[in-house]
């Protein structure tokens, strides 16, 4: 929880220019007292949105999970411990990662995107993509207001980052790797109690592939990186618990 209008949120190891840094957070209670009651965080300086994302539930006691991506710089990769100004509601809690991806179309990283929100659901609701070519990463975020709780990730995800509240989960990063290109829909999960929900699926696109005269080489598929995992109480790369 945050009494100012930033958190500072340190980078994950091994980033180097090139790098795709990509923040995922989840924010409670969406009312800030900047652009009007229940208006959306700006994304820091230096970072965008992806595809459909926020995934915004604009309405007191709501949540929302914002996703804001940038390609490192020589900055980012000097030292090491840059530290990112993320936006926090004043008094609000803020749950997230940072995570750094390889492999990765430096030029154009997103090839889809989209999020979605529930409002006193007991499920996170449904997202789906379609992949436009082979050998894509899929992140995926969800969040909860309250302490309801998943037990189950879409299928094929493996979960890299979770935060919880008294071994209660209310927000979760998970990855998966696309081999060909479709359509992958993540179907609702339960979380076992109504409240708000939200949940964003994003699909990145690989580099480009090294063509020599006539050969084409194998474009290396992207990969996700994080600094550690946390599970319970506790902090990651910065994170506000609750």
């Not at 980078?11 to 220019?17: A, C, K, M, T, Y």
């Not at 060909?180 to 699926?201: N, R, Y």
Request: proline share 6%; with cysteine.
């Amino acid at each position: 929880r945050s009494s100012t209008l930033t958190e500072r949120n340190p980078e994950p190891s091994g980033v180097v220019v090139g790098s795709l840094l990509v923040a995922l957070y989840t924010v409670e209670h969406n009312e800030i007292t900047t652009g009007g009651a229940n208006a959306q965080l700006p994304a820091p300086s230096g970072w965008s949105a992806p595809p459909d994302a926020p995934a915004y539930q604009g309405v007191d006691d709501g949540t929302a999970l914002y996703v804001w991506y940038k390609i490192a710089n020589s900055t980012d990769a000097s030292a090491g411990t840059t530290q990112y100004a993320m936006p926090v509601q004043n008094g609000r809690w803020l749950r997230g990662c940072i995570m750094r991806i390889v492999d990765h179309d430096e030029s154009s990283p997103w090839d889809a995107g989209d999020g979605a929100v529930a409002a006193s659901s007991n499920n996170v609701p449904s997202t789906s993509v379609t992949t436009t070519g082979d050998d894509r990463l899929l992140i995926w975020g969800a969040s909860s207001y309250n302490l309801s709780n998943w037990t189950t990730l879409p299928a094929g995800f493996t979960e890299i980052a979770a935060y919880a509240n008294a071994s209660t989960k209310v927000n979760t990063a998970a990855q998966r790797t696309l081999a060909s290109a479709g359509t992958v829909t993540t179907g609702t999960i339960d979380a076992g109690a109504s409240a708000g929900k939200a949940a964003w699926l994003g699909a990145i696109k690989p580099a480009a592939s090294a063509v020599t005269g006539t050969l084409a080489g194998t474009a290396p598929k992207p990969a996700a990186a994080i600094a550690g995992t946390v599970r319970g109480t506790g902090v990651l790369a910065g994170t506000s618990p609750k």
